[in-house]
Each structure stands twice: as structure tokens, then as C-alpha cells.
């Protein structure tokens, strides 16, 4: 199966779950994100690593990354392999230079170990298919109508009030206003919509 690189476009804090945020992995010359929704300390983890903020003692990712040094074993690739009721899967491809081997891992903490190894992340396009969210160019005739920019309490209702029609223009919105994380939200009631439909 072909993999799809990805690239860490961003991060930004959550407003729907606490102490949560929502990481922005992008295709490499495309114009899909894969918004996934990660917690407060690998979000941190993230960050201080795209920062290059050096830390009085060594954080969780940083202890793994010396004692897989100490052992001679790589990370050579992370690739996020399932995505399965919102929740998205990923491996760590390691090799200690005779063996190669898979291990199973949350995809917050791949991505922050991914960092460290200065290794590419892939998925699948099945993966991308289904979670993904197309980054339209800007300009003035993709701006949704008025009507769509209902304000809602999502912790209420979500978006079971809304048609089809209008969710694909709420998501169109989220995307050119770069809330990902409503984004997400919204991506998956039309998919389990889709899914109600089959």
C-alpha cells in the first residue's frame, strides 16, 4: 500500500475538550490536513521539540530517544496505520542495525518521538480518504453563505441540527478560518452520516 508523507503544519489549543489540543499534520505537496486531537502533555512534548527548548532534565520522549541511542536502535519511520471511531493508530518502524521491528504506539507520542529521530511520518491514503480535510485555496467565491454561520453550543447539540448541505459549507468555513479541531468534528458527522446511510 502507498504511503503519503506528512508534515506537521501546527497546533493550536482545543475549545471544545480541556487541556486537549489539536495537532495539524498536512500532506506533503497536497492540500489535506489530518487534524487529530491530542492531549496537553505530548502537545508539550511537541512543541518544545519543534522549538528546540532545551529542558533542565530530560522529559519522557527525551530518556526513550538517549536510551535508544545507548542501544544502538533507530526510529525510521512512523507511520500512522488505522483510524478506527475517531481514534487514529500509528507504529514505530525501529532498527538496531540487524532486525527491524513494528511497535505499536499512540500517535501524540509517535509524532513527538518522530521529532527526536528526525524521521518521516507517513499514512495511508485510505487513512487520508476518511479523516481528512482538503485545504481550499483562498478566495472570495469559496466563502459560505450567511445562513451557514449558525452559532451553536457544540457541547449541546453538535451538529445533528444541521443538513448535509450546510455541514459541508460549516466545514469549508473551519478549514479557510483554520479551526481544525471543529474541522475534525464536523468531518466526522458527515462521515457517520454516511456510514447511517450504507
Do not use: W
Amino acid at each position: 500500500m502507498e504511503k503519503l508523507r506528512l508534515e506537521i503544519i501546527g497546533m493550536s489549543y482545543s475549545q471544545s475538550q480541556s487541556g486537549a489540543y489539536a495537532l495539524i499534520l498536512g500532506e506533503r505537496n497536497g492540500k489535506r490536513r489530518l487534524p487529530i486531537i491530542i492531549g496537553g502533555f505530548e502537545a508539550q512534548a511537541i512543541a518544545i521539540e519543534l522549538e528546540k527548548i532545551k529542558t533542565p532534565r530530560p522529559l519522557t520522549h527525551d530518556l526513550f530517544k538517549s536510551f535508544a541511542d545507548s542501544f544502538n536502535i533507530n526510529i525510521t519511520e512512523v507511520i500512522i496505520n488505522k483510524f478506527s471511531e475517531g481514534v487514529f493508530y500509528a507504529i514505530l518502524i525501529c532498527n538496531n542495525g540487524d532486525d527491524e521491528i513494528e511497535i505499536d504506539s499512540r500517535t501524540s507520542d509517535a509524532i513527538a518521538l518522530a521529532l527526536r529521530f528526525n524521521c518521516p511520518v507517513y499514512t495511508y491514503e485510505d487513512i487520508m480518504g476518511a479523516a481528512g480535510i482538503i485545504m481550499e485555496e483562498e478566495n472570495e467565491t469559496s466563502k459560505p453563505s450567511r445562513k451557514s454561520e449558525k452559532k451553536i453550543n457544540l457541547e449541546e447539540t453538535g451538529y445533528s441540527m444541521y443538513s448535509l448541505t450546510e455541514l459541508e459549507e460549516l466545514l469549508t468555513s473551519a478549514v479557510e478560518n483554520e479551526d481544525y479541531e471543529k474541522a475534525s468534528h464536523i468531518r466526522d458527522e458527515i462521515r457517520k452520516r454516511s456510514e447511517e446511510k450504507k
